[in-house]
């Protein structure tokens, strides 16, 4: 079964401080994901890579920053966390293929963070 | 990527279909129709997707309409443990990552 796992299920930090969000996959796949989850607001894309030390932003990066050292890891990264950064974090991966109708992607069970 | 419309929220009674649809009436030709769906405290799972053709899989059918406007997943048999937000999305298939936006989807109360 295919496998991604997050550092922490439950995170609280303070305002100001650097927060590092770990995920590894162990699917070998090519694209990995940051969202965050929020009431009403669905799902949205922070970032995400397609490759290692690849990067692109998604829809929300402002405040974030990510990093794609290994294949297997992707981490997210709160420079500064704010209190407004309270939400549930989910990293997800998923092959790359070109040409491919495939869009499916596999999640973590997400790591809610609480910023005081 | 086009804009899903989906009700709120559904019941269905254990042992009964649920049939949740979704609107996607400014679907390209394109997209892809993919479901997901999140049970509570969990990461979102992937269930079905299609192009145009129904699609049945273990877990549960897709119903597309001709003109692709919309589609419909169906549960043949609903569990207790089928509660969760319904998540429907359309999706063109490129190289910029193949991200999905999840919009407010259905929630799925299964009632004994």
């Known amino acids: 079964d295919v496998k991604v796992t997050q550092s922490s299920r439950y995170l609280v930090k303070r305002t100001g401080e650097k927060v590092f969000l770990e995920c590894v996959q162990d699917?070998?796949?090519?694209?990995m994901f940051w969202y965050r989850q929020d009431p009403g607001l669905g799902l949205r894309l922070i970032y995400f890579?397609?490759?290692?030390?690849?990067?692109e932003k998604g829809d929300i990066p402002e405040g974030y920053s990510v990093s794609r050292e290994k294949k297997e890891r992707f981490s997210l990264i709160l420079e500064s966390a704010s209190t407004n950064q309270t939400s549930m974090y989910l990293c997800a991966s998923g092959y790359l293929r070109q040409g491919s109708y495939n869009n499916e992607q596999f999640f973590g069970p997400g790591t809610r963070l609480t910023v005081l | 990527d086009a804009k899903t419309t989906q009700p709120p929220s559904m019941d269905c009674a254990e042992g009964r279909a649920a049939n949740l649809p979704c609107n996607h009436s400014t679907i390209s030709g394109n997209e892809y129709v993919y479901w997901y769906r999140q049970i509570h405290s969990q990461g979102p799972q992937y269930i079905i997707h299609g192009l145009k053709n129904n699609e049945t899989n273990e877990m549960a059918s897709l119903i597309i309409t001709e003109d692709r406007k919309s589609s419909t997943l169906i549960l043949p048999h609903a569990t207790l443990r089928d509660t969760a937000v319904y998540y429907c999305i359309v999706r063109v298939d490129n190289n910029a990552g193949n991200m999905l936006t999840f919009g407010g989807g259905t929630r799925l109360m299964v009632k004994p």
């Open positions: 890579s397609y490759d290692v030390k690849m990067k």
């Open positions: 699917m070998d796949h090519e694209n």
